[in-house]
T-cell receptor, first 114, second 114 residues
Framework: ETGVTQTPRHLVMGMTNKKSLKCEQHLGHNAMYWYKQSAKKPLELMFVYSLEERVENNSVPSRFSPECPNSSHLFLHLHTLQPEDSALYLC?????????????FGPGTRLTVL | AQSVAQPEDQVNVAEGNPLTVKCTYSVSGNPYLFWYVQYPNRGLQFLLKYITGDNLVKGSYGFEAEFNKSQTSFHLKKPSALVSDSALYFCAVRLMEYGNKLVFGAGTILRVKS
């Protein structure tokens, strides 16, 4: 195990639902990330938090709303999603957002939007 | 465009034979390079990284990678493949010019047959 947990592991939701993905890291890291992994596409960085402050938002639609209440927890709030948002959502953490810091990934949440 | 490329969608190798998974990058400045592996239904696991120094980097599970600046490559290698090495492998590059963003290749499926 990498020390990064994600819940739920699987989620099926309708386009009008509101749900949240949760990530928790037990590594004492200061930076956390959300990625989207779609079939046949490179991993896409969505959001970066450093010391609980959002430092990057990669032109992600507003139907995705991140929240980082403390350095150990990261949420991704979902509302009015589209079927093309179905993907594996990965959370990661690193010691800091520095160039040399490797990231530790959670197992992901498999999201299906009907 | 600055990017990282994995030219092979899939690599097949017999157990016990050496394996190579290719990665090339196209960036300005000095790249920080990473390899990650993803097993089915799991998140990405860090294997190794090149920051500076010795061009041959050793990582987890017997993997190593060679940084070649003239060929702008960072190929992943292992002297003797195991069936358990079968997985999806990602090369990634990180640049300060991108705000330390980690840019991933599309991934290469490695299949090791007994």
């Amino acid at each position: 195990e990498t020390g990064v947990t994600q819940t739920p592991r699987h989620l099926v939701m309708g386009m009008t639902n509101k749900k949240s993905l949760k990530c928790e890291q037990h590594l004492g890291h200061n930076a956390m990330y959300w990625y989207k992994q779609s079939a046949k596409k490179p991993l896409e960085l969505m959001f970066v938090y450093s010391l609980e402050e959002r430092v990057e938002n990669n032109s992600v639609p507003s139907r995705f709303s991140p929240e980082c209440p403390n350095s150990s927890h990261l949420f991704l709030h979902l509302h009015t999603l589209q079927p093309e948002d179905s993907a594996l959502y990965l959370c990661a953490s690193s010691q800091g957002p520095g160039r040399a810091d490797e990231q530790f990934f959670g197992p992901g949440t498999r999201l299906t939007v009907l | 465009a600055q990017s990282v490329a994995q030219p092979e969608d899939q690599v097949n190798v017999a157990e016990g034979n050496p394996l190579t998974v290719k990665c090339t990058y196209s960036v300005s400045g000095n790249p920080y390079l990473f390899w990650y592996v993803q097993y089915p239904n799991r998140g990405l696991q860090f294997l190794l990284k090149y920051i500076t120094g010795d061009n041959l980097v050793k990582g987890s599970y017997g993997f190593e990678a060679e940084f070649n600046k003239s060929q702008t490559s960072f190929h992943l290698k292992k002297p003797s493949a195991l069936v358990s090495d079968s997985a999806l492998y990602f090369c990634a590059v990180r640049l300060m010019e991108y705000g330390n963003k980690l840019v991933f290749g599309a991934g290469t499926i490695l299949r090791v047959k007994s």
